[in-house]
Nanobody, 124 residues
Framework: QVQLVESGGGSVQVGGSLRLSCAAS????????RGWFRQAPGKEREFVAT????????DYADSVKGRFAISRDIAKNTVYLQMNSLKAEDTAVYYC?????????????????WGQGTQVTVSS
């Protein structure tokens, strides 16, 4: 069993930065990956970024490429999402996910474990 706890959300102005953290408890195995998804009001949850735990391979949604960076601290069992140049359309609840995705790790169904979510609000 894996438990995930997100932190670091908040309110920021357009162009600002935030860093989200997701701490995990529980044992992990080969092929493990962590991801970030987000859900804006009235919209479906969408993929943001993913990272493979063993190799650090990353993938991003086109909408955040060049602005967001996902990273991991293996010793702390924590994944981060550094968000720069934030836009109003980045406003959403951000969810951390963990699992063993059989594919690229860009879809919700590939993850078995989810955090409770943290709100990010970007205003002009």
């Amino acid at each position: 069993q894996v438990q995930l706890v997100e932190s670091g959300g908040g309110s920021v102005q357009v162009g600002g930065s935030l860093r989200l953290s997701c701490a995990a408890s529980g044992r992990t195995f080969s092929g493990y990956a962590r991801g970030w998804f987000r859900q804006a009001p009235g919209k479906e949850r969408e993929f943001v970024a993913t990272i493979s735990w063993n190799y650090g391979t990353t993938d991003y949604a086109d909408s955040v490429k060049g602005r967001f960076a996902i990273s991991r601290d293996i010793a702390k069992n924590t994944v981060y999402l550094q968000m720069n140049s934030l836009k109003a359309e980045d406003t959403a609840v951000y969810y951390c996910a963990a699992g063993y995705p059989p594919g690229r790790g860009t879809t919700q169904s590939e993850y078995a474990y989810w955090g409770q979510g943290t709100q990010v609000t970007v205003s002009s």
